[in-house]
């Protein structure tokens, strides 16, 4: 039932030519995959050339008919050689029966702050933000911040910082084993390419365990998930 609705909501990209990435050698599908994380919390360390530089944490929670979202996310890379950055998101999702309901962040980067509200109205989700003019999106949409299982499946996203659609092209690479705590995870890389561009790594239940990030001077900043 999902699924049927996951492609019958895409019409309007596939209508565009940008379709959804299906069956595109995206490899293992993992379709045992639940809905929504099992656990309760997710925290990651983010590092850059070694040095810990931030972190980021997702908290997950079921209420009456719904399954609620938030993030917290820092990185401070004022003490390299980068131009100095200091960098703040907090955003909190609502989902219902598979779909993204609303979706509220605020975002700083050094003094510049951005904020975007997302709220489904009359069976579409009427995105507004400080980088948009309002908007409405019919078709299913999943936020950039890649922690919902079909990050890896589809090809476009609702970017968490700016409200805008990014558009890009989820690719499977490899299965790869990480090292987490005192153990090893088995993996999925995906690389992710186009107005987004991410390479992430998610488990057999399809829970992010590493995802990094490109910067402009071609560097990456890695996330990786801790064992609490």
């Known amino acids: 039932m999902q699924r ?15 379709g959804l990435g299906l069956g595109l050698g995206l490899g293992p599908a993992a379709l ?12 990651y360390v983010a590092r850059r050339a070694g040095e810990q530089i931030g972190w980021q944490a997702f908290s ?17 890379l004022a003490s390299l050689q980068s131009g100095g950055l200091r960098y703040r998101h907090e955003s909190r999702e609502v989902w219902k029966a598979g779909w993204l309901q609303a979706m509220q962040s605020r975002t700083r980067t050094d003094a510049v702050v951005q904020v975007v509200n997302a709220q489904r109205q009359d069976g579409s989700l009427l995105v507004d933000g400080s980088d948009v003019r309002p908007y409405r999106l019919s078709t299913y949409i999943v936020p950039s911040n ?10 476009a996203f609702l970017d968490v910082e700016s409200g805008k659609l990014r558009f890009s092209q989820p690719r499977f690479v490899a299965k790869e084993p990480l090292p987490q705590g005192d ?12 107005q987004l561009n991410r390479e992430a ?28």
């Open 201 to 228: 790594w998610y488990d057999a239940d399809c829970a992010l365990v590493r995802w990094d990030l490109p910067l402009a001077d071609g560097d990456w900043i890695s996330f990786r998930r801790e064992v609490v």
């Open 146 to 155: 890649l922690w919902h299982r079909d990050s890896r499946l589809v090809d």
């Open 60 to 76: 997950f929670r079921r209420e009456p008919g719904q399954f609620v979202v938030e993030v917290d996310m820092e990185i401070d």
């Open 183 to 194: 153990g090893v995870v088995q993996t999925h890389r995906y690389s992710i390419r186009g």
């Open 32 to 43: 045992a995959c639940r809905l929504f994380p099992a656990g309760a919390a997710d925290r």
């Open 4 to 18: 049927r609705r996951f492609l019958s909501g895409s019409a309007v990209l596939t209508g565009l030519g940008l």
